[in-house]
T-cell receptor, first 117, second 116 residues
Framework: EAGVVQSPRYKIIEKKQPVAFWCNPI?????LYWYLQNLGQGPELLIR????????DSQLPKDRFSAERLKGVDSTLKIQPAELGDSAVYLC???????????????FGPGTRLLVL | AQSVTQLDSQVPVFEEAPVELRCNYS??????LFWYVQYPNQGLQLLLK??????LVKGINGFEAEFNKSQTSFHLRKPSVHISDTAEYFC??????????????FGQGTILTVHP
């Protein structure tokens, strides 16, 4: 079974430029997560989707970050414009979480390493 | 709000020695607990998780962890480590139910380095 797929794996851009990351979750997983991982830190949740609906985006900096999951499958996370402080690893994860249940395992992709110059 | 503290940022150990990676959490509600491992340039992989029942949880690669509710701890152990266990380990917690279920809060990570 294929795991969570992310692309690109690495991205270098200049500040103020836009950038987009793509994630394809494990087939059948209805819940998708985007995490931000700064160097030397644990991942922090940016946004969580259940199917097409963003059910938790409280940590997403909405002035420059946006995300979408139009058909309830793959998802795109965008930053516009990028700032130096956005340099980090962006992780996507998916799970088979069902409404009212918790504790489901989240499966992580390899991440996109972003460097903003 | 919930939080996780991993008490050691780095743990060096010799091959075949035992190891314990410490994790404490804080939460006002019932929680589920997880340990993930991250190898260089890879995503996180689940080692084990505690949802309910026996407080001693066994995971992959010979790791185990014990949930201690009174001490709010979930320490990870392995009786004999291998060079291949060199990686970063993250402890995480999620609420057991409620509107924020499924949201993982991670600790800062512990880098385990196994020396020959």
């Amino acid at each position: 079974e294929a795991g969570v797929v992310q692309s690109p794996r690495y991205k270098i851009i200049e500040k103020k430029q836009p950038v987009a990351f793509w994630c394809n979750p494990i087939s059948g997983h209805n819940t998708l997560y985007w995490y931000l991982q700064n160097l030397g830190q644990g991942p922090e949740l940016l946004i969580r989707y259940e199917n097409e609906e963003a059910v938790d985006d409280s940590q997403l900096p909405k002035d420059r970050f946006s995300a979408e999951r139009l058909k309830g499958v793959d998802s795109t996370l965008k930053i516009q414009p990028a700032e130096l402080g956005d340099s980090a690893v962006y992780l996507c994860a998916s799970s088979l979480a069902r409404a009212g249940k918790s504790g489901e395992t989240q499966y992580f992709g390899p991440g996109t390493r972003l460097l903003v110059l | 709000a919930q939080s996780v503290t991993q008490l050691d940022s780095q743990v060096p150990v010799f091959e075949e020695a035992p190891v314990e990676l410490r994790c404490n959490y804080s939460s006002s509600v019932s929680v589920y607990l997880f340990w993930y491992v991250q190898y260089p340039n890879q995503g996180l992989q689940l080692l084990l998780k505690y949802l309910s029942g026996s407080t001693l949880v066994k995971g992959i690669n010979g790791f185990e962890a014990e949930f201690n509710k009174s001490q709010t701890s979930f320490h990870l152990r392995k009786p004999s480590v291998h060079i291949s266990d060199t990686a970063e380990y993250f402890c995480a917690v999620s609420h057991a139910g409620g509107t924020s279920y499924g949201k993982l809060t991670f600790g800062q990570g512990t880098i385990l380095t196994v020396h020959p």
